[in-house]
Structure formats: C-alpha cells, structure tokens
C-alpha cells in the first residue's frame, strides 16, 4: 500500500485521527500538508511536522480554517506552491459539541455543521478542480458510526456525519468519470485525548456494545484511510468503510 511521492492534505491533522493517518502516509512514503485551525494549534503543527521529518518524509504546516473558503483557497495554493499537486484530500477535521437535543443552542448546532460538513464542502469544491485538471486524485472522508446509527446528545455531529457520507456518494459519482475516486471511513470508538476524559463506567458501558470488546485505536483508522488512498484500492468509490469493532453491523 505504498503511497511514495503522492501529496496529501489532511485537515485537522495537528493531534488525534489525523495526526495518526499523517504519520502513516510518511511512513509510506508521501509529502504531508499538516493542517491547523487556529494559532494555538501552530505547535501541535510544527510537532507533527517535526515527526514526519524523522521519518525522512516532506512536509509543511498550514494554518487554515475549512469554514472559511477564503482560507481553504490559500491552502490549496500554498500545497501547489510547495509540491506542484495534490494527490490525496483527507477530510479528518471535525469537532462535537454534544448536549441532548432539547438543550442545545444553535450555535452548538451551527458550529458542529460549519466544520463537519461544510469544511469538507469547501476543501473538496476547492481540490477538485486540481484533481480534474489532473485526471486522477483520491478523497477520503472521515465520517463516523453514529451517522449510521444515530446516538444520544449528539444530534448535530450524527447530523454532521450522516451528511458527509451522503456528500461521499454524490460527489464520487460526479468525479468518477475523471478518475477520482471519494470515500469515507466511519471509525467507531476509537482511544484519543477526547476518550481519555471518560469516567471508566462510561468506557465499560461503550465496550459492552462493541462485539470485539475493546476501544479502537488511531492507527486502525489510519490503515483504512491508507488502503483507500493507495493503488490497492483503485477500483473502490462511493464506499463507506466502518471501523468500529463490530458495534454498527
């Protein structure tokens, strides 16, 4: 599943998921665009960038909000700048703002649809038209079980998610005739700093719904994310690939 010499944009890649598929795609041979939000994010960057330079492996830090068009654009330009193409888009940036239904403000609804679903509208609608020019490139969305199945206090991000896959879906059959394939990854419960903050009756209580019986971890996601931006899975698009443990079958 070699990726040598391909470019790829990760949103959100600063910490967390995306961090992880960063460091698996040097591992495997691409130049990396680390993607940040905001200044307080800029040293989580650099890190990561740090990180990938060990691996003997090219990469930048980019600070760019995907709410914002005007940034994304910027971040385009600055990849082409640097690596002349851009390969791969990995929509990895999203955030919650969990609160049952009849609590939540709409600012935690508008937020949690601003970054989840619009930023992955306004990162793709700007990588497309390099990757049209081109013929050939590959998105992968990062997606997540409970836009399959729904879950408590979480009515915004499963809205979120429930619409990216079907963003997937459509925009692969548009881009399909040009040689870009698009799919997402659902992972489940996967152990990061936001899992890390649970009680361990919480934990035990979300294992006992998982058939494997045990929590995923970052680098299960980022080898789906790796198998769907390499060779291997040329013919693969429109998919939707769940990485939860069993617990959504």
């Known amino acids: 599943m070699q990726i040598e010499d391909k470019v790829a944009i990760i949103t959100g890649s600063s910490r967390g998921i995306g961090r992880e598929i960063a460091l698996k795609f040097a591992a495997n041979g691409a130049k990396i665009v680390v993607n940040y939000p905001v200044d307080g994010e800029a040293e989580n960057a650099e890190a990561v960038v740090d990180e990938i330079k060990d691996l003997s492996a090219e990469a930048i830090a980019v600070k760019a909000d995907v709410t914002d068009s005007e940034e994304v654009t910027a971040l385009i330009k600055e990849t082409r700048k640097e690596f002349d193409k851009i390969d791969i888009l990995v929509n990895n940036a999203g955030i ?12 935690d609804w508008d937020s949690v649809l601003d970054v989840n679903l619009k930023g992955a509208f306004n990162t793709t609608k700007a990588v497309s038209r390099v990757m049209m020019k081109q013929r050939e490139g590959t998105i992968i969305n990062i997606a997540s079980v409970v836009g399959l199945m729904g879950n408590a206090g979480q009515a915004n991000y499963s809205a979120s998610k429930a619409g990216l896959i079907g963003f997937t879906k459509s925009v692969a059959r548009e881009m399909a005739k040009r040689n870009i394939t698009v799919n997402a990854v659902a992972p489940g419960f996967i152990e990061t700093a936001m ?38 899975a040329k013919y693969i698009t429109g998919e939707v690939i769940r990485v939860d443990g069993g617990m959504a079958m």
């Open 195 to 232: 899992t890390d903050e649970l009680s361990d009756d919480v934990i035990e209580e979300m294992t006992a719904n998982i058939p494997l019986e045990d929590l995923g971890q970052p680098e299960d996601v980022a080898d789906t994310v790796l198998f769907l931006a390499s060779d291997a």
């Open 96 to 107: 919650t703002r969990d609160k049952l239904l009849m609590r939540m403000r709409e600012k």
